[in-house]
């Protein structure tokens, strides 16, 4: 593979490109790691700026016919949308919800549009890197808005949040209760909360709920983040294409407010350290994985197990033995320049 | 302090020893955490065995007053009982829910009786190992019954169940929507939930309430470690001293079964493996905490958040610039025995 010239037909906006280093970013071999690092590494420093929408929705509320109006809504004003789904359920489920594009059919076929189902791995933190990957690639092919779902299982609505610039939680019309259904903390990381289905029967049913979440989020407290009036919630039809201009005006005045004020980008760059911090904890933890540090391990649990020896014990023996870390550093670091 | 003295009147039972024991293991110097694994490695071995029953309620279900009249119950049954706090919240709030000993003042006078409260360190971790220590100590002391509580907040549940032969619930009569209020995953780890406060006026909701809960329990898939009739869900009131002894019957019922099926063992023996295993990881992270480490972290964060290098290329650094792990481990190691 040239990395050269999937680099340049990344820039000029190839999707055939995108699709391609994504398959890249994606392969867990050493070697695509390493052209993976060289590619992103050779993109780093365009000043191209993408609007990074994350939105959770457990199954039920209309999330692929919402992101196929609200897609279909943003390639019709000229805009360039990517898709990309972070569900760390698909290898369970034996395909990501949207492993079927036949569910986006109309936006599948839109030139503007890119749609990536969440790759098929059971762990969250690989998905989560590929995702990160995936949204740099998008950014660097000239996408105007990339749009991070999931499904909410887990802790993959944080892994989200993480890497959006906004948080849009979508619900449908619920009776009473449905308030407490909703995951503690949820609320707390939404910017836009879209009550969908405002639409036939449910349209009554739908403006009660976006009050009653009016009225909860009017509860918490302001964020520094928020001008007046945000988070706020919106009923939407995802059927009908109704609200989903007004939700977008939303989006983009929230935005346009972080980025005057200086929230846009620290937020950026507080992403940006979280996932350092976190890929150093993970890589750490994989070391414990590999041999003979793994073998030695499941020994000293078979230890631990019969009482022999105690787990506090055990664990000071393993790290004392295996898991000394170096404190000089390589001499030739990059860091001691 | 002459730790050969300390063991031997640990093991005659003395309280005032058995305390002293537990401050060391509480304390953070290098030089007491020595001597405090000297100390449980040379207590290891003894045959005492106490039912270790973890308790979980919010503040308001009467958890104190529950603990009170349990504990009388059981020393008035010429039983020694210690009751032990897992509190992570307790350094914020400024003190332990049983910080103040006046609100069992019975138990606390009995001198059957032993109470701790959960040491003011806000590491869920820290807590967690020492009332893992507190807990072999009062074993080893001969107490027939440890209670091991905490409000549940966070991960607190959890780390009191895998330290508990039996889990409890407290809970308190409520409305028709309070199932909704248990935290997701508490019902699946309870061994009896209880309904406290089934006297006076809240007696008649009190039954109610544990319908609602017997009814949930029976919608649980059976576990192995339970015989018939288990998980089970009743009402109890400490105030007036009823169903106490029940309650008593059924945990003795329900691990007398367990330990002729083996299920007694294999769970510690499995607690055994998770914290040994909690341990390595915990030691492994807080090497991330020791200079030159978190220096070199520090400076790489920095020039992620400006964007001078990526998340995953700053940690692939510094991984391979630190974190080396040993392959050889320490040829005197009695991990070649």
Redesign the interface.
């Known amino acids: 593979m040239d990395l050269d010239d999937l680099k340049s037909r990344i820039l000029a906006g190839e999707r055939r490109a995108l699709a391609r280093a994504i398959t890249l970013v994606e392969s867990q071999k050493a070697e695509h790691r390493d052209m993976a690092?060289q590619l992103?590494?050779g993109l780093?420093g365009h000043d191209r700026q993408a609007l990074r929408v994350g939105l959770s929705g457990t199954p039920g509320v209309g999330k692929s016919t919402f992101i196929e109006s609200f897609g279909c809504m943003l390639t019709g004003q000229g805009l360039r949308v990517a898709v990309l789904a972070v569900d760390p359920s698909s290898a369970r489920s034996g395909g990501s919800i949207l492993g079927d594009k036949t569910r986006m059919e109309r936006l599948s076929r839109d030139p503007l549009a890119f749609i990536r189902p969440s790759p098929s791995q059971s762990h969250l933190g690989g998905v989560a890197?590929r995702t990160?990957?995936a949204i740099?690639l998008c950014e660097a092919a000239g996408f105007d808005a990339i749009l991070i779902e999931t499904v909410g299982v887990g802790q993959s609505e944080t892994v989200v949040a993480e890497m959006s610039d906004l948080f849009l939680l979508l619900l449908a019309p619920a009776g009473g209760?449905e308030l407490?259904?909703v995951k503690r903390g949820i609320m707390e990381m939404a910017d836009l909360i879209l009550v969908n289905k405002a639409d036939g029967d449910l349209k009554s049913a739908a403006t009660r709920t976006c009050a009653d979440y009016a009225g909860a989020l009017r509860l918490l407290r302001k964020r520094p983040q928020d001008p007046e009036g945000y988070p706020r919630a919106m009923t939407v039809s995802a059927l009908e294409d109704s609200g989903l201009s007004k939700a977008w005006e939303d989006m983009q005045e929230l935005s346009d407010w972080r980025k005057t004020e200086g929230h846009f980008a620290a937020r950026r760059?507080?992403q940006?350290?979280y996932?350092?911090?976190?890929?150093?904890?993970e890589?750490?933890?994989a070391?414990?994985r590999?041999?003979?540090?793994s073998g030695?391990?499941a020994?000293?649990?078979v230890q631990?197990?019969?009482?022999t020896t105690?787990?506090?014990?055990?664990?000071?023996?393993?790290?004392?033995?295996?898991?000394?870390?170096?404190?000089s550093?390589?001499p030739d670091?990059?860091?001691e320049a």
Chains 1, 2 share one sequence.
Do not use: C, H, K
């Open positions: 690092a992103l590494e780093r890197r990160r990957e740099d209760d407490q259904g760059a507080a940006a350290r996932w350092f911090e976190a890929e150093v904890q890589g750490l933890l070391r414990l590999r041999e003979p540090v030695a391990m020994a000293l649990a631990v197990e019969n009482g105690t787990p506090t014990a055990a664990a000071s023996e393993l790290l004392e033995r295996y898991l000394q870390i170096s404190t550093g390589a670091s990059p860091l």
